[in-house]
């Protein structure tokens, strides 16, 4: 499942469910992505294979709308990309096709914090055919800054030139303390230029160009004992106590990128952590056997930092995932998604866990295949106190879950809703 759709489901109050995101791409190349269709791995497609029949696809996802349907009083389907791509339209069943299966409303949602907001609502419902165009409600407005008495004569441009109601106008809603659906949040900054505080942890994530599971980081994202910087660009990384490889969509792809930073991380004294594809590429190999994450079978030397080997294998590890690990002597949680299977090529190596023998601790190196491990505050305060000992997680205030619903409840017309 994508992120979006788990923290979706948790606001529900809702186990997840591969149901609630029956097909899943994720891409790993610009036109190339990973199908995986009910909660089970097709293959990669190129972009144009995957829409030349996707009737099999589009059966597959409404027979989970109907599983979920008998299940469930009220469902609220996400569309995916834009509903008004033409070229796509006779394709596309995410979006508007969905809607007419359901016999849903449908709510358009402009994002004015990117601007263009007239040409987001007005410009989709002139060119939305008429079936499509009878299903809209509604607009809603997100993310607003500045002053709302100054937009209100755009509202009222937006419902006479739509004849439709616009039934809120959201404000921006900062530190928002929720996981990006499948990108770095917005207000992050890449390869800041900023002076480094000494009051602060610091700590530099390697942004792989097919980094994924954005969301490992987030708790770190807002925590002000943090500094975070976000790094692109091979830079001196002496100064930072922490940096983090995170997971790829694309190991061997990534891996050329990683190998830029070689000699940085060989000489770097402080503490490595890498998750899954972060720890692959810190590896001596990883074997492509059946073309799994490649156009075709290959084999590629990897760091060689840490005495670990990588085969990527056909059938894909998806679970969660609890343990003990071996560090710190914290418990943990979370889950792994991954191809590759790795062994220590040394004999008395220390496993990050050695009850599932998961990972990896060499050297000033530790390496898990566990995702959203630093959401566990025991972990995370055990990390950081190696750096400085007064490190306290933070607590927070409101549930962020709640703190959105509160926000959307004060600034929605809730009572249009049928």
């Known amino acids: 499942m994508g992120r979006a759709q788990v923290l979706q489901a948790e606001a529900a109050g809702q186990v997840p469910c591969f149901h609630m995101n029956p097909v899943l791409l994720k891409p790993s190349a610009d036109i190339r992505a990973q199908v995986i269709v009910q909660g089970k791995v097709l293959g990669n497609r190129d972009a144009g294979d995957y829409f030349n029949d996707t009737s099999k696809i589009r ?10 349907q008998n299940k469930h009083e009220l469902i609220i389907i996400e569309g995916a990309g834009s509903c008004a791509e033409l070229n796509l339209r006779d394709r596309d069943f995410v979006n508007f096709d969905t809607a007419h299966e359901a016999d849903a409303d449908v709510y358009l949602i402009a994002d004015i914090n990117r601007g263009g907001v007239f040409a987001q609502i007005i410009g989709t419902m002139e060119i939305l055919p008429p079936k499509d165009r009878l299903r809209v409600k509604g607009f809603i407005i997100n993310q607003f800054r500045g002053d709302i008495s100054l937009f209100q004569d755009g509202i009222k441009v937006i419902e006479e030139r739509c004849q439709l109601p616009v039934l809120g106008v959201i404000p921006y809603l900062h530190q928002l303390d929720l996981d990006c659906e499948d990108s770095l949040s917005p207000e992050i900054s890449i390869d800041p230029n900023e002076h480094f505080d000494s009051d602060k942890v610091k700590i530099a994530i390697l942004l792989f160009p097919h980094l994924s599971n954005f969301s490992d980081f987030q708790v770190l994202d807002n925590d002000i004992s943090l500094q975070v910087h976000y790094l692109s660009k091979v830079t001196d990384l002496s100064p930072y106590d922490l940096v983090i490889l995170p997971g790829s969509k694309n190991v061997p792809r990534d891996l050329h990128y990683a190998a ?16 899954c594809g972060g720890m692959q590429i810190l ?27 990588t085969v990527l294998q056909k059938d894909k590890i998806t679970q969660q995932n609890s343990f003990v690990e071996n560090h710190f002597n914290c418990e943990v949680s979370g889950y792994e998604i991954h191809h590759g299977v790795s062994t220590h090529t040394e ?71 049928r």
Request: hydrophobic share 30%; aromatic share 12%.
């Open 260 to 275: 830029k930073w070689k000699t940085q991380l060989q000489k770097f004294s402080g503490q490595i952590f890498a998750i």
């Open 59 to 68: 059966s597959q996802a409404y027979e989970s709308l109907n599983l979920l």
């Open 283 to 309: 590896g001596e190999s990883i074997d492509d056997p059946h073309g799994i994450e490649s156009t075709d079978p290959s084999d590629h030397l990897g760091l060689n930092l840490i005495p670990l080997k």
């Open 347 to 417: 004999d008395k190596l220390k496993y990050f866990c050695e009850s599932s023998k998961d990972g990896i601790v060499y050297k000033n190196i530790i390496g898990t295949y566990l995702h959203g491990v630093l959401d566990s505050p025991q972990f995370r305060q055990a990390l950081f106190r190696e750096f400085t000992r007064d490190y306290q997680v933070p607590k927070r205030e409101q549930d962020p879950i709640d703190r959105i619903a509160d926000h959307f409840e004060k600034y929605l017309d809730m009572s249009q809703f």
